[in-house]
Each structure stands twice: as structure tokens, then as C-alpha cells.
């Protein structure tokens, strides 16, 4: 049984900084690629930022880039999402996952395992 357990949200103001942290288990982390996704009250799921298994290869969305920076532990098998410059438009559900691949990927129906998410607010 896989499991993602993010943790790290919570209430931060515009322009502070926050880390997201997504435990995995029960699968072998370092062989698959992982990505954030987050999801605002009526709107989709969107890509956030995704790392390649080996850490090497990072991609992210372009509102967040040069703000936000995706990474992995392997020792503990969990991946972060650091998010700085924190804008009212980035408060959402932050979604974990972990992708049927090595290779990175944006597309959310590439990715097998979900955690159930964690809220971030961001107060103007």
C-alpha cells in the first residue's frame, strides 16, 4: 500500500514563506518522479512543480518559478516544496504525488498516488 503524507500547511502571510513536506511509503522512492499539484475553491487541479527520480531535473509552473523550489530526500523518502514571495493567489490545497516514471511530468494523469493534501492560506 502507498502513502503520501504532506504536512507543512497551514496560515502565512503575502510575501512570507512557507515549506511543504510529502512523506512516502510502502513503494521504493527513488524510483519514481514526483510533483506538487495544488487545487483553489472552483478550479482545477493544477501542476505546481514536479522532480525527476534522480533530483536532477526539475519543471515548474510558471507562476510559480523563480519563487518556488521543489526537492527530494531520498534518506527519508520525502519530497518539499519550498515556497517563497507567497501571493493571496497561491492559497489552495497542495497536492503530493508520485509519478508511474522516472522522467519528470506536468500532466496530472501521470502520476498513480495522491496524498489527500494540504491547505495553505495566504493572508493580503
Known amino acids: 500500500q502507498v502513502q503520501l503524507v504532506e504536512s507543512g500547511g497551514g496560515l502565512v502571510q503575502a510575501r512570507g514563506s512557507m515549506r511543504l513536506s510529502c512523506v512516502v511509503s510502502g513503494r521504493t522512492f527513488s524510483d519514481q518522479a514526483m510533483g506538487w499539484f495544488r487545487q483553489a475553491p472552483g478550479k482545477e487541479r493544477e501542476f505546481v512543480a514536479t522532480?525527476?527520480?534522480?533530483?536532477?531535473?526539475?519543471a515548474y509552473a510558471d507562476s510559480v518559478k523563480g519563487r518556488f523550489t521543489i526537492s527530494r530526500d531520498s534518506t527519508k523518502n520525502t519530497v518539499y516544496l519550498q515556497m517563497n514571495s507567497l501571493k493571496a493567489e497561491d492559497g489552495a490545497v497542495y497536492y503530493c504525488?508520485?509519478?508511474?516514471?522516472?522522467?519528470?511530468?506536468?500532466?496530472?494523469?501521470?502520476?498513480?498516488?495522491w496524498g489527500q493534501g494540504t491547505q495553505v492560506t495566504v493572508s493580503s
Open positions: 522532480i525527476s527520480a534522480s533530483g536532477h531535473v526539475t
Open positions: 504525488a508520485a509519478a508511474r516514471v522516472m522522467t519528470i511530468r506536468r500532466d496530472a494523469g501521470d502520476y498513480a498516488y
